[in-house]
């Protein structure tokens, strides 16, 4: 069992910037491939970014070149880094970890943007 723990969502404005956390007890991310998902009220839960083992990243079209996911072997953390958020970004956004057949997820952190 892998227990996920996110951080750093909050109320901002648009234009703003947070960093969310997600510290992993329990299972290396180093062997994971590890993401941030979201879900906004009636929507589904989708992906935003991933980064594999060996580092390489996805992201949705709709955040490239304004999140960074990156993470910290050492600190078992995975980070998604958000700049210029706007109103469309707000969601609760969960981590995801995920080995083989193996998949665990956080409880989420809320993300409202104001207009």
């Known amino acids: 069992q892998v227990h996920l723990v996110e951080s750093g969502g909050g109320l901002v404005q648009a234009g703003g910037s947070l960093r969310l956390s997600c510290a992993a007890v329990g299972g290396r991310i180093s062997i994971a491939t590890m993401g941030w998902y979201r879900q906004a009220p009636g929507e589904q839960r989708d992906m935003v970014a991933r980064i594999r083992s060996a580092d390489s990243t996805d992201y949705v079209d709709s955040v490239k070149g304004r999140f960074t996911i990156s993470k910290d072997n050492a600190e078992n953390t995975v980070y998604l880094q958000m700049n210029n958020l706007k109103p469309e970004d707000t969601a609760v956004y969960y981590c995801?970890?995920?080995?083989?057949?193996?998949?665990?997820w956080g409880q989420g952190t809320q993300v409202t943007v104001s207009s």
């Open positions: 995801n970890y995920i080995f083989g057949q193996y998949s665990f």
